[in-house]
């Protein structure tokens, strides 16, 4: 059964420093996602990752997939307030029909000024 | 472009009272899944449907079922409501296509959720 684990469960962090999230999945995966959560709100995709060392940046976010060791991370660069939201990896294990996603814990962010 | 449409957005409900969510997808897409997402958890899959047959099901209550009707549209049918039913019900799409976006295939879109609150 696919696991997967984020870490950090919970960052606080000052305006305009880096930080980095890590997730970790336990089997093989086709794709893989971040999402941003707001309190309440719905998932709003940031990220599809498709390959072994798939790198995409938007704003002061990045993403890069590692599939050999199972690992992808969202980097924060110069966190700014509005970055303040839970953010969740999930893994697709194939890309197949109907194939569900396998969320990690999620990490909520808190941006202070 | 169309998003994912759900209804309604907020319910609440008393326990032992049903309730029925629905989901409207992109248009053109022919696949559809639920999730379930309790106060402070990560969401959890619970049944997906392809060409309006079942799919895949996850941690899902025997209490609920769900089906695809012909034009796509799902619904997610939750009996003997209890206090732990209590959460966001999101509901995502795919296609299953080929061609120029083959990449994009099977990628899943949320729609806006439905909060149910049973009391």
């Known amino acids: 059964e696919l696991k997967v684990e984020q870490n950090p469960l919970f960052l606080s962090m000052q305006e305009g420093k880096n930080y980095t999230i890590y997730c970790n999945y336990s089997?093989?995966?086709?794709?893989l996602y971040w999402y941003r959560q707001d309190p309440g709100k719905s998932l709003e995709s940031l990220f599809v990752l498709l390959s072994n060392g798939a790198v995409k940046q938007e704003g002061r976010l990045m993403a890069s997939l590692d599939t050999k060791a199972r690992l992808s991370t969202l980097h924060i660069t110069a966190a700014v307030h509005d970055l303040s939201a839970t953010y969740f990896c999930a893994a697709q294990p194939y890309t197949g029909t109907a194939s569900k996603l396998t969320f990690g814990t999620g990490t909520r962010l808190q941006v202070t000024l | 472009a169309a998003g994912v449409i759900q209804s309604p957005r907020h319910l609440i409900k008393e326990k032992r009272e049903t309730a029925t969510l629905k989901c409207y997808p992109i248009p053109r897409h022919d696949t559809v899944y639920w999730y379930q997402q309790g106060p402070g958890q990560d969401p959890q899959f619970l049944i997906s449907?392809?060409?309006?047959?079942?799919?895949d099901k996850g941690s899902i209550p025997d209490r609920f079922s769900a089906q695809q009707f012909s034009d796509y549209h799902s619904e997610l049918n939750m009996s003997s409501l209890e206090l732990g039913d209590s959460a966001l019900y999101f509901c995502?799409?795919?296609?299953?296509?080929?061609?120029?976006?083959?990449?994009?295939?099977?990628?899943?879109?949320f729609g806006p959720g439905t909060r149910l609150t049973v009391l």
């Open positions: 089997t093989t995966s086709d794709r």
């Open positions: 995502a799409s795919s296609s299953s296509g080929t061609g120029p976006r083959l990449n994009r295939n099977n990628e899943q879109f």
């Open positions: 449907f392809y060409e309006k047959m079942q799919s």
